[in-house]
């Protein structure tokens, strides 16, 4: 009889690398280019200001107060390195921690619900070697975007006359411990729940609180002491890029203490509870005879099916949008007053006529409905990916349903996931705007919602050729890339002074602001045009090649 | 070979390939109306892709597929509203019960009968008000199955149908088939097991490699049977009075046992064993898997096929 081999040591890292290999060359490549170029951008808008950086940064400071609530501190604007810090860097554990919460979710309890997990563990890998190696692969992929991203700050920084190597990507690695604590956070939370998803859900709302917390922690009284408990408040006590900061080693000790406990937490609740079975199951009920319904209307549709099999998941994005867009538009007044207080934003309002300050602040409100629609598309993308490689597309095809139904479906399931989110998150935005006294319009409400429906369809029939032509994880990473190029160009465009052409490409551009005007027919056209090409296109392509696996 | 309308299924000269020897190549099938078709073959050998091709859910390089009489590309949505299809692979479907899973596809098919889920839901043991996602693979299997018979198709095109059931399930599901043909349907089913083929088989099609390689009735297919006897005799005897036997091959004598295989009339051999005083015989039909292995050896298609 041959010896009980070990299993090959640290063979998961390896595995955890090669699984997210997409993701970080994505991220680093992406991330790279946005803080280089967001750092040409602000050396621009140093130069061409009325008196410089010295001059914008008490006007920019005044904003970012009014608004601190979405992002903070804001201190030394007047230097590169504060105002990226401010501008770029305070979101990026943000942005990082939503992919770290899905990936810790998914990286036990989304394995095990695939049937890939048993295999592994059969293998002699104890959980908590399975749990450490996996996380040891995640923060080598971190460290990957890390290097990335900081290279790309460190360009920026040196292009702009200030250049910090070690200091960009200290910043970057503190960013990505921080995101690491939502992954660790992802990982425990995953250990109680029925889905990954349902983790990767709460964690993500979890974090949104703490962002939120922390960048008003001194005004929360009380429960002001909760601070500590947010890996985004160590990241704010380190800022190396920022003039009179610097490195603080005791946060940065923190953001790795805060992610060790997590996961030491994470192990135990695994080492606690049975396979394929969350640690808060419930016992299993004595068997009763039912007698369960199992024709109903909504299940004659693909669509229907799959916003009621998707509705917890619907429910948490309208009702986050919602939230969110109350926030923003209770900050009305706050900002109204300091905008008052700034000639060039008075005459920069001017340039709308027939726009009060309150309808240009609130459709600035509305403005972010764009980039909502278009996450929310983009996650629909991957599910349809999802669909393939579960089998459900082949189940759902040999029905009498065909390739052209699907997609079509497809597309009526994502346009009225859309509304749902967009009239929540209106809804939310008027009641955060009545209760402060805030007037609204409501013709400007109808033209956000109709707009953000032909947003959400135009990005998700994008998707739809991607998935018919790619039929893998290629085509919501791409969408992903689309979406960011997209945006990327039309924050770009006016700040290089790029031909108008060139924005028009980007369907955030096309999106216009819809509360306070009729978007341009120029881009309602590339909208519409988007989406009927891209259905018709998607149609074509899984009909001509209709494989399944 | 041509297509005929009055087949089931029929193929000619299908081809799907997949590259690096995989795929299905020429095959040439006609599957009759009201019969139980069985495709064997061993794992990898090409019978999900070339049920997938009567699906169209892929599409063939060469040849033409006919479902029901109506081209398997063009007619496909008039085929699927016809036919009952349980995929290989179980698809999954986090989050929501089994009836969810059975009601969608009842619905897409623009309803079913609620008292034939009913009966199959029941006859199969089958709780459909459990999740999805928590059922073993065999009462997953049950949920696919449902599904396949629920709308009392023509044709049902069947993809391994008893991985994962228990034997009683198995016995159920023979049942099953049974009272389908009964009803005028045909039933095409892919399995790796032989015996189980046997069971409920009218006529059977072997593809190996991508390559149909044998299609007949059980009974042709029993032209290459044979028995397998065994004998204690009390007198030690050569092997060369064996050798100019008709029929007789594999002989193998050990002491006073002789055990060796006979196609075709048993008496010359019965004759020689009797000369050395036969103490006891026995004597069995092999099997069809035992035919199979015999014929084309023992399966070693691994990556070929599909």
């Given at each position: 009889m041959r010896s009980m081999e070990r299993p090959k040591r640290l063979a998961l890292v390896a595995d955890t690398v090669r699984a997210n290999r997409l993701s970080l060359a994505l991220w680093a490549g992406a991330g790279a280019a946005t803080m280089y170029a967001v750092a040409i951008m602000l050396v621009r808008e140093f130069s061409t200001y009325p008196g410089g950086a010295k001059a914008l940064a008490p006007t920019v400071e005044a904003a970012a107060e009014a608004l601190r609530v979405l992002r903070w501190p804001a201190e030394r604007l007047?230097?590169?390195?504060?105002?990226?810090?401010?501008?770029?860097?305070?979101?990026?554990?943000?942005?990082?921690?939503?992919?770290?919460?899905?990936?810790?979710?998914?990286?036990?309890?989304?394995?095990?619900?695939?049937?890939?997990?048993?295999?592994?563990?059969?293998?002699?890998?104890?959980?908590?070697?399975?749990?450490?190696?996996?996380?040891?692969?995640?923060?080598?992929?971190?460290?990957?975007?890390?290097?990335?991203?900081?290279?790309?700050?460190?360009?920026?920084?040196?292009?702009?006359?200030?250049?910090?190597?070690?200091?960009?990507?200290?910043?970057?690695?503190?960013?990505?411990?921080?995101?690491?604590?939502?992954?660790?956070?992802?990982?425990?939370?995953?250990?109680?729940?029925?889905?990954?998803?349902?983790?990767?859900?709460?964690?993500?709302l979890v974090m949104a609180v703490l962002f939120v917390f922390t960048n008003v922690w001194d005004q929360a009284g009380p429960i002001a002491v909760a601070r500590f408990i947010s890996p985004f408040f160590y990241f704010q006590q380190s800022r190396v890029l920022v003039p009179g900061h610097g490195f603080d080693p005791v946060a940065t000790l923190m953001l790795v203490v805060l992610p060790a406990l997590l996961l030491v937490a994470a192990t135990i609740a695994f080492e606690r509870r049975d396979y394929a079975s969350s640690l808060s199951a419930r016992r299993a009920r004595p068997v009763v005879a039912r007698s369960v319904l199992v024709q109903r209307r909504w299940l004659r549709t693909w669509w229907s099916a799959g916003l009621v099999r998707?509705?917890?998941?619907?429910?948490?994005?309208?009702?986050?949008?919602?939230?969110?867009?109350?926030?923003?538009?209770?900050?009305?007044?706050?900002?109204?007053?300091?905008?008052?207080?700034?000639e060039f934003i008075q005459v920069y309002l001017a340039q709308t006529p027939g726009a009060s300050p309150t309808d240009q602040y609130l459709g600035f409100a509305c403005s972010t409905m764009a980039p909502l629609a278009a996450a929310y598309a983009a996650t629909h993308v991957a599910g349809w990916v999802g669909d393939l490689k579960q089998g459900r597309v082949e189940l759902v095809l040999t029905s009498p349903v065909s390739w052209s139904r699907l997609v079509g479906e497809r597309l009526t399931g994502l346009a009225v996931g859309v509304a749902v989110v967009t009239v929540s998150a209106l809804v939310g935005l008027s009641l955060g705007a009545v209760a402060v006294g805030a007037s609204l319009r409501p013709d400007g409400l109808l033209r956000v919602a109709a707009d953000s429906v032909l947003f959400g369809i135009a990005i998700g029939a994008v998707g739809a050729v991607l998935v018919a032509r790619l039929r893998s994880g290629l085509a919501p990473a791409l969408l992903t890339l689309f979406i960011a190029a997209s945006y990327v160009l039309d924050l770009f465009a006016p700040a290089f002074s790029w031909p108008a052409w060139v924005a028009r490409l980007s369907v955030f551009n096309s999106f216009g602001q819809p509360y306070v005007e009729v978007p341009e027919l120029a881009g309602l056209v590339y909208l519409g045009a988007l989406a009927l090409l891209g259905t018709i296109l998607a149609a074509a392509l899984s009909q001509r090649s209709p494989k399944v696996a | 070979m041509a297509l005929t309308k009055s087949s089931a299924i029929a193929c000619v000269q299908v081809t799907k390939d997949y590259g690096r020897g995989r795929g299905v190549f020429q095959v040439d099938l006609d599957v009759r109306r009201g019969e139980v078709f069985g495709f064997l073959g061993p794992n990898g050998a090409g019978k999900t892709t070339t049920i997938r091709l009567f699906m169209d859910l892929?599409?063939?390089?060469?040849?033409?597929?006919?479902?029901?009489?109506?081209?398997?590309?063009?007619?496909?949505?008039?085929?699927?509203?016809?036919?009952?299809?349980?995929?290989?692979?179980?698809?999954?479907?986090?989050?929501?019960?089994?009836?969810?899973?059975?009601?969608?596809?009842?619905?897409?098919?623009?309803?079913?009968?609620?008292?034939?889920?009913?009966?199959l839901a029941d006859r199969f043991n089958l709780d459909l008000g459990r999740k999805y996602e928590e059922l073993s693979h065999g009462?997953?299997?049950?949920?696919?199955?449902?599904?396949?018979?629920?709308?009392?198709?023509?044709?049902?095109?069947?993809?391994?149908?008893?991985?994962?059931?228990?034997?009683?399930?198995?016995?159920?599901?023979?049942?099953?088939?049974?009272?389908?043909?009964?009803?005028?349907?045909?039933?095409?089913?892919?399995?790796?097991?032989?015996?189980?083929?046997?069971?409920?088989?009218?006529?059977?099609?072997?593809?190996?490699?991508?390559?149909?390689?044998?299609?007949?009735?059980?009974?042709?297919?029993?032209?290459?049977?044979?028995?397998?006897?065994?004998?204690?005799?009390?007198?030690?005897?050569?092997?060369?009075?064996?050798?100019?036997?008709?029929?007789?091959?594999?002989?193998?004598?050990?002491?006073?046992?002789?055990?060796?295989?006979?196609?075709?009339?048993?008496?010359?051999?019965?004759?020689?064993?009797?000369?050395?005083?036969?103490?006891?015989?026995?004597?069995?039909?092999?099997?069809?898997?035992?035919?199979f292995f015999a014929q084309y050896g023992t399966p070693e298609a691994a990556g070929a096929g599909r």
């Open positions: 007047d230097t590169l390195g504060g105002y990226l810090t401010y501008h770029n860097i305070l979101l990026l554990p943000l942005l990082l921690g939503i992919y770290c919460a899905i990936a810790g979710a998914q990286a036990v309890r989304g394995a095990e619900l695939r049937g890939s997990l048993e295999g592994i563990l059969a293998t002699g890998i104890s959980r908590t070697a399975l749990v450490l190696e996996r996380a040891l692969g995640f923060l080598f992929v971190l460290l990957g975007i890390t290097v990335g991203i900081g290279l790309g700050v460190a360009a920026g920084l040196a292009a702009g006359g200030e250049p910090d190597t070690w200091g960009a990507l200290v910043t970057t690695g503190e960013a990505a411990l921080a995101a690491f604590s939502f992954y660790t956070l992802g990982l425990l939370v995953s250990q109680f729940t029925r889905s990954a998803r349902t983790a990767a859900g709460l964690t993500s998707e509705r917890i998941s619907l429910l948490a994005w309208a009702a986050g949008a919602a939230a969110f867009a109350a926030l923003v538009s209770s900050l009305e007044p706050t900002v109204r007053e300091m905008w008052n207080k700034l | 892929v599409r063939p390089d060469l040849g033409q597929v006919q479902v029901l009489g109506m081209d398997a590309r063009r007619d496909s949505l008039a085929i699927k509203r016809r036919v009952g299809y349980l995929p290989g692979e179980l698809a999954q479907f986090p989050g929501v019960t089994a009836a969810y899973v059975i009601g969608l596809l009842a619905g897409l098919r623009g309803g079913v009968d609620p008292a034939r889920i009913r009966l009462n997953k299997q049950k949920v696919a199955l449902v599904q396949a018979f629920m709308h009392e198709p023509e044709l049902l095109i069947l993809d391994e149908p008893t991985l994962g059931l228990d034997p009683l399930m198995q016995r159920e599901f023979r049942g099953l088939i049974g009272e389908t043909i009964k009803s005028g349907a045909t039933v095409f089913l892919s399995s790796h097991v032989l015996s189980e083929v046997q069971q409920v088989c009218d006529r059977v099609g072997l593809i190996r490699d991508g390559r149909l390689v044998q299609v007949g009735s059980l009974e042709e297919l029993r032209t290459l049977r044979s028995h397998r006897v065994e004998a204690r005799i009390e007198r030690a005897i050569e092997e060369s009075a064996f050798r100019a036997l008709p029929g007789v091959s594999e002989t193998v004598i050990t002491d006073h046992t002789v055990s060796c295989t006979v196609e075709g009339p048993m008496a010359p051999l019965l004759h020689v064993l009797d000369s050395a005083g036969i103490v006891e015989l026995d004597s069995h039909e092999r099997s069809l898997e035992e035919v």
